[in-house]
């Protein structure tokens, strides 16, 4: 059994791990979304020099490990002059791994989207970005709503990364309580709680969102 005064004695260092995880959370969740759909249209683009790039991001950060991604940016930027916290250094690499997830997904959507709407749209006289953004964009969204509510779910999961680079996330605050009372099980079990609190409601939206989407056709 769990001691809970472990939890009572340190619920404010949870807290504040708790909050940052939440702020990165949701400040990667934006970032990886519309880079993703950055990336996602320069992966199906007519211009070869964007599609390249395109495909070249992708390949390239969505085979290599999200902790060397972000070590990139807490040991690389140094040596270019640029110092950042690990919170902010953490929460730009998962924006940038989650991206590459979150633009094969848009792809995905997008190249369901029947070719015929994108002929009919241009006739009448929309131009390339007008056509992604009225048309198809809107339809791709709403095919890969699941999907991407798992790679949400996932982004919140992956933030335990900055406990790594002292991101001051929940992972991080969990290693000073465990240091400090030296009751690992205990003090990760609480950890476990807290990602819970944050991931399960995100669970239930998503199949929430599917079970409604399914309904309407």
């Not at 769990?2 to 949701?26: Q, R």
């Not at 996932?154 to 001051?168: D, E, H, P």
Request: one cysteine or more; a neutral charge.
């Amino acid at each position: 059994m769990p001691d809970f005064s472990i939890l009572i004695e340190y619920f404010d260092v949870y807290m504040e791990g708790f909050i940052n995880t939440i702020y990165s959370s949701i400040i990667a969740l934006i970032g990886s979304f519309v880079l993703g759909t950055l990336i996602a249209i320069f992966r199906i683009s007519s211009i070869k020099p964007l599609r390249w790039a395109g495909t070249v991001y992708v390949e390239f950060i969505r085979n290599i490990p999200l902790l060397l991604v972000v070590f990139v940016f807490f040991y690389g930027l140094p040596s270019l002059g640029i110092t950042l916290s690990g919170f902010v250094c953490g929460t730009i690499g998962l924006t940038v791994y989650t991206a590459t997830f979150i633009a094969e997904a848009i792809r995905a959507g997008i190249m369901s989207v029947p070719k015929g709407q994108t002929e009919a749209a241009q006739s009448s006289g929309l131009t390339y970005v007008q056509t992604m953004r009225y048309v198809v964009l809107p339809q791709a969204l709403k095919i890969v709503i699941p999907p991407l509510s798992n790679q949400f779910i996932n982004l919140v999961k992956n933030t335990s990364v900055l406990g790594v680079i002292a991101g001051l996330d929940l992972m991080y605050f969990g290693d000073q309580v465990a240091s400090k009372t030296y009751a690992t099980f205990d003090t990760y079990i609480f950890v476990a709680l807290f990602y819970l609190v944050m991931t399960l409601p995100l669970s239930y939206m998503a199949l929430h969102l599917e079970r409604r989407l399914a309904k309407n056709g």
